[in-house]
């Protein structure tokens, strides 16, 4: 059963009917012989993701998606090797989302498949324009994020390849990001998938790495170049304690298995002393760059510029 009481901003009879469904209908979904009196917040919510769900399909077609770019530098000499391109969607009437606010929902919608499309194409093709305009970029990789739900669909993956086999990618400076979980949650199959992607010359890297269930055995199997620690073993308070000493251990671990470390969400310089203190080479966080939009990163690439921690107190 379900119930509504009228408010003084209850318009027209129909519309308390409507609430007085939509609450049965909650009801129902919580099980059996229950009863629920209307929610006007989770009625918001829950029209708000449809409203939501409905744009998502048109965002690609109607150009509502943009590109931010994250340097990756050597963390001896803050150098900027690589790029990590970051999707925001610029929606009509809500402003600019983060991928955490659509992401998820197009992985549910497939709209992730023309979505990861439309990313690899213009970032490939953004970082190839830089390398051939700057001589100091010639060797700019750029990294992309790929969804677990990517790999499985055959359809997709033909989509993925033809993009890398199109000279104009330059698919030998593309890195491709995947989670442990979502490898793990498509093993046999996003396994054969990354090494089918990686004959056209790209890298892999495991995204926030140490935060998924893969076992260091199956990690050894992963058809992987890069390991990219995830932040939270930077986010602890005892810089010098156990996250020093867990840090340590990955780098370990990455050398043995012949992967480069990048370290992930560098905010504040005793962070970064301590990574280049165990020989990390390659990291990326607020500290040293935000992500930015294109023309923002063109401008530090086109002064040549080196990624130091502003001095102390203006972090
Ligand atoms: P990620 O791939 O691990 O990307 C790093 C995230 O950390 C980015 O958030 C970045 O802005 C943020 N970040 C960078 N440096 C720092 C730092 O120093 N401190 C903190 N606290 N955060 C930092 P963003 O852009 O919101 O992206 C979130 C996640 O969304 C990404 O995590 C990635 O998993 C996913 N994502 C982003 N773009 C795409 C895409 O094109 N396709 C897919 N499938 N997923 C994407
Ligand atoms: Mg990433
Ligand atoms: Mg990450």
């Not at 150009?63 to 803050?78: F, H, I, N």
């Not at 892999?204 to 990219?228: E, H, N, R, V, W």
């Amino acid at each position: 059963m379900g119930a509504a009481l009228r408010q003084p901003e209850t318009g027209e009879p129909a519309e308390l009917s409507r609430q007085a469904d939509f609450a049965m209908y909650m009801a129902k979904q919580g099980g059996k012989g229950r009863y629920q009196r209307f929610d006007a917040e989770g009625y918001d919510r829950m029209a708000q993701r449809a409203a939501l769900r409905a744009d998502l399909a048109t965002a690609v077609p109607r150009r509502q998606l943009q590109l931010e770019y994250q340097p990756v530098a050597e963390l001896r000499t803050g150098e900027i090797v690589g790029v990590e391109a970051l999707v925001r969607w610029n929606h009509p009437t809500l402003g600019l989302l983060q991928p955490g606010e659509f992401i998820p929902l197009a992985e549910e919608t497939g709209d992730i498949e023309a979505i990861g499309r439309w990313v690899l194409s213009t970032a490939s093709r953004q970082a190839a324009r830089w390398r051939t305009a700057m001589s100091q970029c010639g060797n700019l990789w750029v990294s992309i994020n790929l969804s677990s739900l990517q790999l499985p669909s055959p359809r997709n993956l033909a989509a993925i390849e033809s993009i890398l086999r199109d000279p104009a990618s330059q698919a030998d400076k593309i890195v491709l990001e995947v989670t442990e979980t979502a490898l793990a949650s498509s093993v046999d199959g996003g396994i054969t998938a990354l090494n089918r992607l990686k004959s056209f010359g790209v890298r892999i890297a495991i995204d926030d790495f140490g935060t998924g269930y893969s076992s260091l055995s199956t990690l050894a199997d992963l058809p992987a170049d890069i390991l990219k620690i995830d932040r939270s073993f930077l986010a602890g308070d005892d810089t010098d304690g156990l996250s020093a000493a867990l840090l340590e251990g990955i780098l370990g671990l990455a050398q043995k298995l012949n992967l480069d470390a990048i370290a992930e969400g560098i905010e504040d310089p005793a962070q970064l002393a301590l990574l280049r203190g165990l020989g990390c080479r390659l990291g990326q966080g607020y500290l040293l760059s935000r992500p930015g939009p294109a023309r923002a990163i063109e401008a530090l690439l086109a002064a040549d510029a080196r990624l130091q921690p502003p001095p102390e107190g203006q972090a």
